[in-house]
């Protein structure tokens, strides 16, 4: 667990699909990504093949958190990194609920999470978001990241380099 001034990052588990399938109800959260509002019985499944931290080929390392507001301990949202195996890099995404929007809780989330990774010596992230998610850019710069070139699903790969690769 990682506890930051107003967020906790918790180590995702099964049940906390009850409390996030709450969260992650709002329509207007899948603007940018597509998709829609998961049921229960989907995001249990997808949260017990995301538990096992692992890809089903075992290429990628998944490191997934629900975040908590550390004032009232609610479930707010979500923090995921995908790690390719034998490398120092780290693909991030982060969901915060439209009812926390505005408050900086993303950003601060996003910030624990690279600091977790840092220990486990991931030196190397990136965020991929949709042209024109104004919000995810803000945080992405935040974190230090910058848009790139490459595109990959129609969405701007953005990157952050540890200060020793340059």
């Known amino acids: 667990m990682r506890r930051g001034s107003r967020v906790i990052l918790e180590p995702l588990r099964i049940d906390h699909a009850v409390e996030m399938v709450d969260v992650l109800s709002s329509a207007a959260l899948y603007e940018f990504t ?11 499944a997808r949260y017990a093949s995301q538990v096992r931290g692992v890809s089903p080929g075992g290429a990628e390392d998944w490191r997934n958190w629900i975040v908590r507001s550390a004032a009232t301990s609610e479930a707010i949202g979500f923090v995921q990194a995908t790690i390719q195996r034998g490398s120092q890099s780290a693909d991030l995404a982060w969901v915060i609920g439209t009812r926390w929007w505005g408050h900086g809780y993303a950003a601060e989330a996003a910030s624990a999470a690279v600091e977790l990774l840092r220990k486990d010596d991931v030196a190397r992230f990136t965020a991929r978001i949709s042209p024109g998610h104004d919000a995810s850019e803000r945080v992405a710069q935040k974190l230090g990241l910058h848009p790139t070139a490459q595109l990959v699903d129609g969405e701007v790969v953005w990157a952050m380099h540890d200060p020793t690769d340059v």
């Open 34 to 44: 597509g998709g829609e509002p998961p049921r229960l019985d989907d995001l249990t």
